[in-house]
């Protein structure tokens, strides 16, 4: 209940990040976790595992604080045999392509903690604790309150108390990793319920950039698809699109096919593994970047020139007004020995 009512379930389910999946797998985890303990069937230990074994392909922390909640306050009785085994293989098992990937490419999820920590606005890991009570807002906060304090405290509630040492566990691990992610107190500021001409003066991009981050994505489209479309024939059958960001590339894979536009590259994050771009591909429609400079990997471009700004029609200041658009006409080498160079991480 608290979780529906909060306006950041709101908002992550809104809009589709890793942190939307943590809200379904955690509260299916706890839900079959609730059950198991409730009727003593560990044939639930299998679909746990198999649940959590999802769960941790992007974060780890819940399942980590939950296995600690049942071993430090019990019932321990539940969470044994061959069923036990069983969820622990399949959690692995599932697991094991996304750890495989990470150890292969240097942990980039480990990575990304810096940056997302550093984009920190409501008082990094000392904000964590008046922010628990942003989450349930402050009509629910106090049943939150007084459900925790029944669950470690009531006799009646002893079954169940693992739930509450693992939000304790979760809490203390949260705190000393202070990788807490910065989320927006409502579903005012997490909706789009401000009108796109009044969210520029709005206090939501104060609090938060993201509500800004998708305005403008068909004006993006369109300004690229209009380049493109300029090409000649010959040109096109040989051009990609590149975008500096993943935010960027989700637009135009969002908003490209309809307009025409090729199949979009980017280095950025996860989106690097997706390319490179085809050898025969040496014409390159590049979208972003800082305005009248190239990125560094540019210079690998025999011929390169701005060919539009991007403009998202309201004077909202986010990553991508003001933005060039380049055109990068042959290669000095293939994409294959150029493409290393794009990969960045943030």
């Known amino acids: 209940m608290f979780a529906a009512a909060s306006g950041v379930t709101l908002q992550l389910g809104h809009m589709l990040v890793t942190n939307t999946t943590d809200l379904f797998f955690a509260a299916l985890t706890g839900w079959l976790a609730a059950r198991l303990i409730r009727t003593g069937d560990r044939r639930l230990l299998l679909a746990i595992g198999v649940a959590a074994g999802i769960g941790v392909e992007n974060k780890t922390l819940p399942v980590l604080a939950l296995a600690a909640g049942i071993l430090l306050a019990g019932p321990r009785d539940v969470v044994r045999g061959r069923w036990l085994a069983a969820g622990i293989a399949a959690a692995v098992l599932l697991w094991a392509p996304n750890l495989i990937w990470q150890v292969q490419h240097g942990f980039p999820q480990l990575g990304m903690v810096g940056p997302i920590s550093a984009k920190e606005r409501l008082g990094g890991q000392w904000g964590l604790p008046p922010f628990q009570f942003v989450l349930f807002g402050p009509l629910l906060a106090p049943v939150f309150v007084a459900g925790l304090v029944r669950l470690l405290r009531t006799p009646s509630a002893r079954p169940f108390r693992a739930f509450g040492v693992a939000y304790l566990v979760m809490f203390a691990l949260s705190l000393s990793a202070a990788v807490v992610l910065a989320v927006v107190p409502g579903a005012v500021l997490g909706l789009p319920l401000i009108p796109v001409d009044s969210l520029r003066d709005s206090p939501a991009l104060a609090l938060s950039e993201e509500p800004g981050e998708t305005v403008g994505w068909p004006q993006l489209a369109e300004t690229v698809a209009g380049a493109y479309r300029a090409l000649g024939d010959q040109d096109r059958a040989r051009a990609v699109v590149l975008a500096t960001n993943y935010g960027e590339a989700g637009a135009l894979d969002r908003n490209g096919p309809s307009l025409g536009l090729p199949a979009v590259f980017s280095g950025h994050n996860g989106f690097h593994d997706w390319g490179p771009p085809p050898e025969d591909n040496d014409l390159a429609v590049v979208v972003g970047g800082d305005p009248g400079v190239p990125p560094p990997w540019m210079s690998a471009c025999r011929d390169l020139r701005q060919i539009a ?18 055109l990068c006409r042959g290669l000095t080498a293939p994409w294959s020995k150029v493409w290393p160079a794009l990969w960045r991480l943030g």
């Open 309 to 326: 700004v991007l403009d998202n029609g309201y004077g909202l200041a986010n990553d991508e007004q003001g933005r060039p658009v380049w």
